[in-house]
């Protein structure tokens, strides 16, 4: 593709790099699928997606398509996007193991190779949402749902950027950062991460004709197990939302006097 | 008037009080701006734009916990004919006098914001600036505001931030660190106020859903580089107001 941004080019490169570790690391603990985030929160918990069944759905960052394979063993009929390469070995071979088959994607989520009006449902658990630029996500997103889709995924909050503390690698409780201006983290690693205000994600839907359905600030159980987050992450969890699931849906039709 | 809650009661003590020591000359500075603003940073409606696009020309408008009546006494002039609701005797008072004083009259009712004894699908827009959006319970006041309005109707209210009741413990102004736990976030009561309601960003969208709300727009309010900490409302900084939220007004249309 020759429209990768930089920061799309330089996520990729960490995925590329950091692919073999990240698997090593978390697959068996996401591989069955149908849990959101870092804590794996059983979708049949929050009931975020309700039925797929016959749903043509597009994952965002699909990784080793854990969640593709689960909702296509719902039912649906899913397409997996992931901007590494590496990450879609993964998955090809995940797929191979388990005999089934659908399509891979290798592009960046801020410029999808596909059709307007694709897609029932755009879901993304920690993925592309995160390391792609949501100013140029939500109104992809937006394109390539039907009319009436809708789109759910899982991301980091506001309050988990705003106490992050890069020297420990944790979240304390003093506001370390601006809240106003939120966007953009390069991360001493080497990945660029993405983050809005509650009221700038707001804005940005409804400019893009996404309706506001929900907003699941997660609450991790007491005691929460991560291959992701430490324990000291899940206690901070218990006291304010580390990860957030926002829900939308593409008007029927872009109302009068909606936008201002 | 049916009988208060005594969390109504309680904050009608202290608006008694409010009224006498600060409301009653602010109501007298407010009422005679002819700009609309928002919130302790005094921010002016054409830069934050929470109105942009309601037609207030002949607009039926309710505002649950006027105070002074300040906020209808903008729309008026705007061509809106408000309702001002308020639970406290002296601020409607203070309201009375101001109407007499500027030859502007419209309806004000002593009354609940959480039980308004007003018919269905009266209003075209509700609008709450520091009344039941942090003094009544949300859960509530909100089915009364979605109950009030016409099919189309806009409800606008302003609040404090979650982050910064996160950040806010007995003393003022807040900290620079969470001490508040979000989860289960609700009802709070100060050493020196009286009893406010707050909740978090998901718990607001899920309510106005559930009460047949779509969100329209959630404004975060930061405190211009030139602001200075609040003469009389002291529980944040300028300093901390500018890097953070200390109020939101949310915008929502009823279906």
Known sequence: ?260 | MAELSPEAARNRDLWTQTNAEYTHEQGRRAWAQEEISWGIWSLPEREVGALAGIELEGADVIELGCGTGYVSAWLARRGARPVGVDVTPAQLETARQLQLEHGLDFPLLEADAQAVPLPDASFDLVVSEYGASIWCDPYRWIPEAARLLRPGGRLVFLCNSTLVILCSDDEEPALERLVQTQFGMHRFEWPQGGVEYHISHGSWIALLREHGFEVEALHELQAPADASTHEHYGYVTADWGRRWPAEELWRARKR
């Open chain 1, 1 to 260: 593709m020759s429209g990768l941004s930089d920061h799309a080019r330089r996520n990729r490169e960490f995925w590329d790099r950091r692919s073999d570790e990240y698997h090593e690391r978390n697959a068996a603990f996401i591989a069955g699928g149908m849990a959101w985030g870092v804590w794996q929160i059983p979708e049949a918990e929050l009931n975020v997606l309700g039925d797929v069944s016959g749903l043509d759905v597009l994952e965002l960052g699909c990784g080793a398509a854990e969640w593709s394979r689960a909702l296509l063993a719902a039912g649906a009929r899913p397409v997996g996007l992931d901007n590494s390469a590496k990450r879609l070995e993964w998955a090809r071979r995940a797929n191979e193991e388990a005999g089934v088959g659908f399509p891979l994607l290798h592009a960046s989520a801020e410029d999808v190779p596909l059709a307007d009006g694709s897609f029932d449902l755009v879901m993304c658990d920690w993925g592309a949402m995160t390391f792609a630029d949501p100013y140029l996500t939500v109104p992809e997103v937006a394109r390539l749902l039907r009319p009436g889709g809708f789109a759910a995924w899982t991301g980091g909050t506001p309050w988990a950027w705003v106490t992050y503390d890069e020297g420990r690698d944790a979240h304390g409780t003093e506001l370390l950062s601006d809240y106003f201006g939120l966007h953009r983290w390069d991360d001493a690693e080497g990945s660029v991460d993405f983050m809005l205000p509650y009221g700038e994600w707001i804005r940005l839907f409804r400019r893009s004709g996404l309706a506001v359905e929900d907003l699941i600030e997660v609450r991790p159980p007491e005691g929460a197990r991560s291959t992701y987050r430490t324990a000291e992450d899940a206690a901070w969890a218990r006291r304010w939302p580390l990860e957030q699931i926002w829900k939308v849906r593409k008007e029927a039709r872009v109302s009068a006097g909606s936008e201002h």
